[in-house]
Antibody, heavy 121, light 106 residues
Framework: QITLKESGPTLVKPTQTLTLTCTFS??????????VGWIRQPPGRALEWLAV???????RYSPSLRSRLSITKDTSKNQVVLTMSNMDPVDTATYYC?????????????WGQGTMVTVSS | DIQMTQSPSSLSASVGDRVTITCQAS??????LNWYQQKPGKAPKLLIY???NLETGVPSRFSGSGSGTDFTFTINYLLPEDIATYYC????????FGGGTRVEIQ
């Protein structure tokens, strides 16, 4: 059974850097085709894709946020870490990580429960 | 960057109705499109992948079709538990979500 869980601060100040960790179980990043993505959702608004990390160490970022994002993986800990710099109140959102299965293209088939991050001084 | 236009943004229908949501891509994306259902306070759930493939365990009243730039998502017999917001998601070199369609019961 695949599970993912997001963790990190619930409150950050403007201009700070946010670090979120996705800890997963039930799959391995050594499996060809596997990926983990980050998606966020401001309150009452639509989903927004942020970044994705693949089994082969490839990574992609949302063009509008590329300069602020970094995604890394720690295969030994079964974790994917997202950092977002220069946080602003508009970045207040629920942040999700999600699993991409092999051979699916980039369909997110299993999601974490999400973690709410508020940006405020 | 490829843009997605999802419509309508909201709709109201009766139990038993057929509901259709569309997504249009700004460029040809083959069949690289997925559909999700999100209920309030919950994470999204994958319903359809690669435009027309039903995810395991998803009821058959949900379906998807299309290829290239125009895609359709259909609920063939709307049930009260289908009240949710539905999103399309494209993948090409990058990933993008549509703006969502809120489905309500009349």
């Amino acid at each position: 059974q695949i599970t993912l869980k997001e963790s990190g601060p619930t409150l950050v100040k403007p201009t700070q850097t946010l670090t979120l960790t996705c800890t997963f179980s039930g799959f391995s990043f050594n499996t060809s085709g596997v990926g983990v993505g980050w998606i966020r959702q401001p309150p009452g608004r639509a989903l927004e894709w942020l970044a994705v990390k693949y089994w082969n160490d490839d990574r992609r970022y949302s063009p509008s946020l590329r300069s602020r994002l970094s995604i890394t993986k720690d295969t030994s800990k079964n974790q994917v870490v997202l950092t977002m710099s220069n946080m602003d109140p508009v970045d207040t959102a629920t942040y999700y990580c999600a699993h991409i299965p092999p051979g699916s293209g980039d369909a997110f088939d299993i999601w974490g429960q999400g973690t709410m991050v508020t940006v405020s001084s | 960057d490829i843009q997605m236009t999802q419509s309508p943004s909201s709709l109201s229908a009766s139990v038993g109705d057929r509901v259709t949501i569309t997504c249009q891509a700004s460029q040809d994306i083959n069949n690289f499109l997925n559909w999700y259902q999100q209920k309030p306070g919950k994470a999204p759930k994958l319903l359809i992948y690669d435009a027309s493939n039903l995810e395991t365990g998803v009821p058959s009243r949900f379906s998807g079709s299309g290829s290239g730039t125009d895609f359709t998502f259909t609920i063939n017999y709307l049930l009260p538990e289908d009240i949710a917001t539905y999103y399309c998601q494209l993948y090409d070199d990058l990933i993008s979500f549509g703006g969502g369609t809120r489905v309500e019961i009349q």
